[in-house]
């Protein structure tokens, strides 16, 4: 079945405590992204990735990291989290050329409180 | 800069009645493209339909038919025969340019709009 994973899908931490949201896909897409989705203002890109070895930021980067090392999984490091990242996170991929409308494909969520 | 509003943030609708959820974009990009995303309360994000800047039709997919009119910017979603399922959030989103190789493919969401059937 072709899908998009991520893991945890819930999480409460404390303020600094390193963690990593993983995000893993079997559809061979070469582009991925992740967004956080926060009350009133939809979903919003942090980072995104072209294919293997390239990243780039998004409109909210401030606080995260990523990496493609391999073509199916793009993790979300928050190298100290604080109570402003508290939100609901979205990995998503896409094929460069097997649809026509290139739509976005959405792993399941990660919940992440930070307190 | 590129911007979707979403003006209705909840509606309601009766079971069986259709209903309208507007969207209306900016965008200075000749090529676009328009999506419509469903948010049960499960969380997910269910990709419902699309619209090409260049479609000369409308979008359907099943009881979804997407109303663009190109010179309004506007891309409002029609449910025809509402369900009980059909209350979630909804979401419309644009991605600038063209979707080949190039594109980073960013998603520009609006806010969102809580559809609730009324049985």
């Known amino acids: 079945e072709a899908q998009v994973t991520q893991n945890p899908r819930y999480l409460i931490t404390v303020t600094g405590k390193k963690l990593t949201v993983t995000c893993s896909q079997n559809m061979n897409h070469e582009y991925m992204s992740w967004y956080r989705q926060d009350p009133g203002l939809g979903l919003r890109q942090i980072y995104y990735?072209?294919?293997?070895?390239?990243?780039d930021k998004g409109d909210v980067p401030e606080g995260y990291k990523v990496s493609r090392k391999e073509k199916r999984n793009f993790p979300l490091i928050l190298e100290s989290p604080s109570p402003n990242q508290t939100s609901l996170y979205f990995c998503?991929?896409?094929?460069?050329?097997?649809?026509?409308?290139?739509?976005?494909?959405f792993g399941p969520g990660t919940r992440l409180t930070v307190t | 800069a590129q911007k979707i509003t979403q003006t209705q943030p909840g509606m309601f609708v009766q079971e069986k009645e259709a209903v309208t959820l507007d969207c209306t974009y900016d965008?200075?990009?000749?090529?676009?493209?328009l999506f419509w995303y469903k948010q049960p309360s499960s969380g997910e994000m269910i990709f419902l339909i699309y619209q090409g800047s260049y479609d000369q039709q409308n979008a359907t997919e099943g009881r979804y038919s997407l109303n663009f009119q190109k010179a309004r910017k506007s891309a409002n979603l029609v449910i025809s025969a509402s369900q009980l399922g059909d209350s979630a959030m909804y979401f419309c989103a644009m991605r600038e340019g063209p979707g080949g190789s190039g594109n980073t493919g960013k998603l520009i969401f609006g806010q969102g709009t809580t559809l609730q059937v009324k049985p």
């Open positions: 990735s072209m294919n293997v070895e390239v990243t």
């Open positions: 965008t200075s990009d000749p090529s676009y493209g």
């Open positions: 998503a991929s896409r094929a460069h050329r097997d649809r026509v409308s290139y739509e976005q494909y």
